[in-house]
Nanobody, 128 residues
């Protein structure tokens, strides 16, 4: 199983920004498409963004398009999620996920069941 660790969550006011990190441990992140998901209390886990392993292609859920940016730094073995113009409805626990069988073209379907490896999550709270 791939080891992933998220960080960077916190409390931020509406309109603010946060940058989440997803660091890989024990394996090279370059070879994997990475997905970011989030789960709010009482709601199902939903996909937020994906980034490919090869050409840097990215994909976003409509709810975050234009506000969030996913990127990767292979030298640091880390994927980032820059979140700007945050809204109260962005409040959730954010997770990154990977799986050897999930390429980018599958990642964009945002099916949590396809991913075998998850981080522990990081809480993002948007509130005044």
């Amino acid at each position: 199983q791939l080891q992933l660790v998220e960080s960077g969550g916190g409390l931020v006011q509406p309109g603010g920004s946060l940058r989440l990190s997803c660091a890989a441990s024990g394996f090279t992140l370059d070879y994997y498409a990475i997905g970011w998901f989030r789960q709010a209390p009482g709601k199902e886990r939903e996909g937020v963004s994906c980034i490919s392993s090869s050409d840097g292609s990215t994909y976003y859920a409509d709810s975050v398009k234009g506000r969030f940016t996913i990127s990767r730094d292979n030298a640091k073995n880390t994927v980032y999620l820059q979140m700007n113009s945050l809204k109260p409805e962005d409040t959730a626990v954010y997770y990154c996920a990977a799986d050897p069988q999930v390429e980018f073209r599958l990642c964009v379907f945002f099916d949590p069941g396809e991913f075998g490896s998850w981080g522990q999550g990081t809480q993002v709270t948007v509130s005044s």
